[in-house]
């Protein structure tokens, strides 16, 4: 096991993805409803995949796994492709893209924009694996891609059309084509404080498409259809907890140990490459230690564990290569925890009703992608990044009034716009952490001599 930390990067991540990938394609035989797998599949593609919709609820519980774990052996396999190089950022999106697959992609709806991406690919001469992240972020836009495919116009499913078919495959390379400029100014609009840097870019092509196919030629926004109810804590804990653990068991046998781990947590400014920074093993304790977190977390509020809530843990979890880990999140969720109670408040004062629990859907949800905003956190310090989030907790309920709820990255989108409006400000007014130490350090020594 050892030998695994002295892996190539980009091996062991190819290793790990496979085995992520693996692990839902596994599960997916020992569910209940095992024998309604292949049945369960098809009525997922043949659905629309609006956000929030529980594909738990759709297609039931073994044909999610599955879909999660193919769309898994999808990346993986894509980022076999020559040229690319496995980072910090091909790990968080395949484990992104991953966690959709029980929420809104599966293995059809996200090759449209892909697609797109390849066509670019061929205009500009460039090597196809050096856009695979581009590919893989473009899929954000996948429930669009679903309307269009079996309902769009219309108010109810109508099936597979060739009109649809064909209105689908046009935006997807339109949105494919355009994506990687947006992909690469995006942080110069975050100035890098959002983790999920593609999200801007991607809601933007989203709220575009929203604006003009739905609003501007009147054709309503869909309601999402499945039922959200279709939960099981005991199938998501124990899938959880054993591919958690492993990671966990995994990283010890090659020889991390908990003082390490704990080191990289103590660094003073952000790092983005666990990977290429501390090596394999550390940043595989960081897979199973933070997902376990998270999971404990869950249980903690009383989230219900259906296919939006199971699979938005692994979007959460797929910072945990850039930066994300127990030490720089938990002031974001300090953040959410004071909103939510400061809102009911408030809400009670007004003699209005409170929905904005801390276990409710829409709030479970943002609260994951709020983790994108940690690199606020390590470089401000806990509280501005508990501001952040609060900030965060006040914009993702309303955000996707703009999208019509069919952009799976509105959570880090929010991000992006917590981020347009906070971090000017901080730059004008603070000091970051490590300056104020300094600064600190010496008054301390003015004051002795």
């Known amino acids: 096991m050892k030998r695994l930390n002295d892996l190539p990067e980009r091996s062991f991540l190819k290793l790990f993805f496979l085995f992520f990938s693996l692990s839902f394609l596994t599960a997916a035989f020992f569910m209940p409803d095992r024998g309604d797998m292949l049945p369960g599949l098809l009525r997922i593609l043949s659905q629309p995949t609006k956000a929030y919709t529980n594909f738990f609820a759709v297609g039931g519980f073994a044909a999610t796994f ?4 193919l769309v ?4 993986t396999g894509m980022y076999c492709l020559p040229g690319k190089k496995d980072n910090s950022t091909a790990t968080l999106v395949t484990i992104l893209t991953t966690g959709f697959g029980s929420w809104g992609i599966h293995i059809l709806n996200m090759w ?8 670019y690919c061929i205009i500009k001469k460039e090597r196809f694996g050096d856009h695979t992240n581009a590919m893989l972020f473009s899929t954000g836009i996948a429930p669009f891609i679903s309307e ?10 109508v099936g597979f059309r060739f009109g649809g078919v064909l209105l689908a495959l046009a935006v997807g390379i339109a949105v494919g084509v355009f994506l990687p400029a947006g992909l690469d100014n995006s942080p110069l609009v975050h100035k890098g404080y959002d983790i999920y840097s593609a999200a801007l870019p991607v809601g933007m092509s989203a709220l575009l498409l929203q604006g003009f196919l739905y609003r501007a030629v009147g054709v309503p926004v869909p309601l999402a259809v499945a039922d959200i109810t279709v939960t099981s804590r005991a199938i998501a804990n124990t899938f959880c907890m054993c591919l958690f653990g492993s990671c966990v068991l995994i990283s010890l046998l090659m020889g991390c140990t908990l003082g390490e781990y704990r080191k990289s947590m103590d660094e003073p400014e952000f790092v983005r490459n666990f990977s290429a920074t501390y090596g394999n093993r550390v940043m595989l304790m960081n897979v199973g ?20 809530t199971f699979g938005v843990m692994f979007c959460m979890l797929s910072t945990c290569n850039s930066g994300s880990h127990p030490g720089n999140i938990w002031p974001i969720m300090l953040g959410y925890a004071l909103a939510s109670h400061g809102t009911r408040l408030i809400s009670g004062l007004l003699g209005v009703p409170f929905v904005q629990t801390l276990d409710a859907q829409n709030i479970i949800v943002g609260i994951c992608y709020a983790n994108g905003l940690s690199p606020i956190s390590d470089h401000y310090g806990w509280r501005y990044g508990m501001a952040a989030s609060v900030m965060h907790f006040f914009l993702v309920t309303t955000i996707p009034l703009l999208h019509g709820d069919m952009c799976l990255y509105n ?6 716009l917590v981020c347009l409006l906070m971090v000017p400000g901080l730059e004008r007014h603070f000091r970051p952490k490590l300056e104020r130490r300094a600064l600190r350090k010496a008054r ?5 001599e």
């Open 66 to 69: 599955l879909n999660m774990g």
């Open 148 to 157: 269009f495919m079996v309902r769009y116009p219309h108010a109810e499913v």
């Open 444 to 448: 301390k020594k003015a004051k002795t």
């Open 289 to 308: 230690l933070y997902g376990l977190y998270i999971l404990m977390y869950y249980n903690l509020i009383g989230a219900p564990f259906n296919g939006i």
């Open 112 to 119: 449209f924009p892909i697609l797109g991406v390849v066509l």
């Open 72 to 75: 898994g052996l999808c990346c």
């Open 411 to 416: 959570g880090g989108f929010t991000a992006a």
